[in-house]
């Protein structure tokens, strides 16, 4: 008789799929164009707001970086964000202005960074009342990372939000605090935001557990 | 407030593999030196995620037999890929059994002679004129998906000397929420090279590996056609919040 390849883990409840690391060659499976390969008809990618969206349109860019300060060229980040006015749109849809999820990937090419285009979201409140500022969050996939990396990317200039903010509150060391605070800096008229993602070491991005 | 009245069974990290799992030598530098900061409170920002229902997903796009051609005149038998034709599929359940249904499982994989079509994998074995190696569907209404390629062969990487990846294909689910997002690896019943994996060894309990082999289904093969691997996938489970805030 074959073993299922489901495990139990108590009479009630099985054990969840093991994660693995991503790999080198993520991009094949979830980001076509940067592999090489041809798109399909639709694609998840980093174009979460199309020109009409309601909200402040903006650019999120960083790199991502290792314990030994070098880029990481070969990762894969999702990311999950509200509206402009604080709600999750759950329905995946191109057709649309705003898409709650995308996704983007650092590569060999350049100074290895990656980017989102889409607006800044509103404030979102928990299920105890408290509000959390405006908030993104990512998933980091990539080469050596055996289980994806869970984090947040806030807003500088929301000073006000992010010291009331429950989650950024729960961190207990003020300096690691600032890992998760995005920076504002203006190209071309346009506002976009910078968040370096340190993987290890000084600096260390604080990653979430939930 | 937006659909936070679940949570989801806490994710046990001794059972994944740790960050740092230094036989893994890229996870090395990549790893966490801090602890994870827990979310004691969840929120609609974890407890929610995308649904790609609307998402366009070609007629082909679960079928990597059919869905990639270099040279798009190529038709018939001349326009197959070369290697094992198997049919790859299973269920995505919650830790409690219960269905996941129209959720996203996507795949890729390495050729049947381990090269990935990847402009930086410069490995000597050739790539296949017919074959890309990316696959994606939807689950139907009972969390059935069902793919249709060829086995994918082991391939040798820097890691120690003579490191020799199993076949795999990886696998990525979402689930009903950013919390059940997962990727994972499926290798082959049977493979002398698994227990030989640095990157399956990043795992301490062997029942955890063998959440991620897929296993020979005969009864599910195509007589004369292709084999059959199953493959379930289970996702964290879901639980109603009865009593909240006292």
């Known amino acids: 008789m074959r073993q299922p390849n489901s495990q139990p883990c108590s009479e009630l409840m099985l054990r969840e799929t093991a994660s693995q690391t991503a790999g080198p060659y993520v991009h094949i499976g979830l980001a076509l164009d940067v592999a090489g390969l041809p798109e399909r008809d639709e694609e998840i990618w980093s174009r979460m707001a199309k020109p009409d969206a309601e909200g402040e349109h903006i650019e999120v860019i960083g790199t991502v970086i290792d314990g030994n300060g070098d880029p990481v060229r070969d990762a894969l980040l999702e990311a999950w964000q509200a509206d402009a006015s604080g709600r999750y749109q759950p329905a995946f849809d191109l057709q649309k202005a705003f898409n709650s999820f995308g996704r983007t990937a650092t590569t060999a090419a350049g100074n290895s960074e990656w980017s989102l285009t889409t607006i800044k979201p509103g404030s979102v409140a928990r299920g105890d009342g408290k509000v959390m500022a405006p908030h993104i969050n990512l998933a980091i996939f990539a080469r050596g990372i055996n289980i994806h990396l869970q984090t947040r990317l806030y807003f500088e200039d929301e000073v006000e939000a992010n010291a009331a903010c429950p989650v950024l509150g729960a961190i207990e060391s003020p300096t690691r605090r600032q890992t998760l605070i995005a920076k504002r800096e203006e190209v071309d008229g346009k506002v976009r935001y910078r968040f370096d993602i340190r993987l290890q070491g000084e600096g260390e991005t604080v990653f979430f557990d939930f | ?246």
């Open chain 2, 1 to 246: 407030m937006q659909d936070d009245n679940k949570r989801f069974v806490e994710r046990d990290r001794d059972w994944h593999p740790p960050a740092y799992a230094p036989g893994y030598k890229t996870s090395v530098a990549r790893s966490p030196s801090q602890a994870l900061v827990s979310l004691q409170t969840s929120s609609v920002s974890e407890l929610t995620g995308p649904d790609f229902r609307q998402l366009r997903i070609g007629p082909h796009d679960n079928d990597l037999l059919m869905n990639f051609r270099e040279d798009p005149a190529l038709a018939g038998a001349a326009g197959l890929p070369v290697g094992e034709r198997i049919i790859l599929f299973g269920r995505v359940v919650d830790q409690f059994g219960k269905p996941v249904p129209h959720t996203l499982v996507e795949m890729w994989q390495a050729n049947a002679g381990g090269r990935y079509r990847h402009k930086k994998d410069g490995y000597l074995a050739p790539l296949d004129p017919n074959f890309g190696g990316v696959g994606r569907c939807l689950t139907d209404e009972q969390g059935w998906y069902r793919f249709r390629t060829i086995k994918p062969g082991p391939y040798p990487w820097g890691n120690g000397i003579n490191t020799w990846r199993p076949a795999h294909i990886h696998v990525s689910v979402m689930g009903p929420s950013i919390s059940t997002r997962l990727i994972t690896q499926m290798y082959f019943e049977g493979d002398p090279l698994i227990p030989l994996c640095p990157i399956v060894q990043t795992l301490k309990d062997p029942e955890a590996v063998e959440t991620m082999i897929g296993r020979l289904d005969m009864a599910r093969s195509r007589p004369m056609d292709c084999l059959a691997y199953r493959f379930d996938l289970v996702v964290r489970g879901e639980l109603q919040t009865y009593f909240e805030n006292q």
